[in-house]
């Protein structure tokens, strides 16, 4: 039950949210990140590279260095969270939040809403 379930469900919507961010996007591929947690990582090829998106869905601690990975991967392109399971370095426990991925991912940012404010 719980993340799993919401997986299940949000699975399709977050396709569908990937393909319509992406010009030029027809197939999604997917990587299970935590099959406990639900957390799937879902990419889309653009009409060219700057098109391309990835999308993570329910990110969370457990998670987050693959996160903190993608993040510097994608660069300027896309890079979309539905339903993180964290928003603020603390929520990453005790030794996520000084962790040197942690700091790189938030640089100065206190929150995620702070990270991707537009």
Do not use: H, W
Not at 61 to 90: K, W
Not at 108 to 118: G, H, M, N, V
């Amino acid at each position: 039950g719980g993340l799993r379930q919401v997986a299940t469900v949000a699975l399709p919507i977050a396709r569908a949210i990937l393909q319509k961010a992406v010009q030029g996007g027809d197939k999604v591929d997917e990587r299970v990140l935590s099959a406990d947690d639900g957390a799937v990582q879902l990419y889309c090829a653009g009409e060219t590279p700057r098109d391309d998106a990835m999308l993570l869905l329910l990110p969370g601690a457990e998670t987050f260095d693959a996160l903190a990975e993608l993040d510097e991967a994608v660069g300027p392109r896309n890079l979309i969270l539905l339903n993180p399971q964290f928003s603020t370095p603390a929520d990453l426990g005790l030794f996520k939040r000084n962790a040197a991925s942690t700091k790189r991912f938030f640089g100065e940012a206190t929150s995620l809403r702070d990270k991707f404010a537009p």
